[in-house]
């Protein structure tokens, strides 16, 4: 187990940060494998056997997004690497019928910066490890998982990323 890691997930939107237009800002991992064959990505919380890339709130004690990220993926998949280059930043496609309802205050669409993430260590323990199962797939596979969910930003974000097609 990492010993400068937290076990504790972090949960709650107290620090959320958001953007000028309101929209909430979240910071994820694109984990792409060294021979850039797969990523990984962790099991939804809301839907089994749905896959998404670790990602989350960027938060108001994190200096930039990619500490944010950082813990993403720490919490949700139990990696521990370093970023590796900014794959930008990817605004909500999706009409706001098709994403959760914006919160009192006007909540705007969700705006993703995404990171590519060389993994250093996987380790046995991590924070959402009984609430998450964590998967390496192919572009192929993560691609199809994606479209089925009607995920446009983690398609835009493996496309961005190195990982082989």
């Known amino acids: 187990m990492v010993q400068s890691r937290s076990m ?6 107290v620090k959320q940060r958001y953007g000028p237009d309101g ?3 979240v910071a994820g991992v694109v984990a792409v494998s060294v021979d850039r064959r797969k990523v990984l990505v ?3 919380t809301n839907r089994q056997n749905h896959w998404v890339l670790p990602k989350g709130g960027y938060e ?3 200096a930039r997004p990619e500490d944010a990220a950082a813990r993403e993926a720490w919490e949700e998949a139990g990696i521990t690497g370093r970023v590796t280059r900014a794959l930008g930043e990817i605004r909500d496609p999706r009409p706001l019928n098709a994403v959760a309802p ?7 669409r969700t705006l993703y910066y ?3 993430f060389h993994v250093e ?6 924070p959402e490890m009984h609430k998450r199962k964590r998967r390496w797939m192919t572009y192929e596979e993560a691609l199809s998982c994606f479209q089925s ?9 493996i496309d961005r990323s190195s990982v082989l097609r």
């Open 149 to 157: 969910m009607n995920r446009p930003e983690l398609i835009e974000a």
């Open 42 to 44: 962790v099991e939804s």
């Open 8 to 13: 504790e997930a972090r949960v709650g939107r």
């Open 60 to 62: 108001t004690d994190e």
């Open 23 to 25: 929209s909430r800002l």
């Open 121 to 126: 260590r996987e380790e046995d323990r991590w």
């Open 114 to 116: 995404f990171f590519e």
């Open 102 to 108: 914006p919160k009192a205050g006007g909540q705007a």
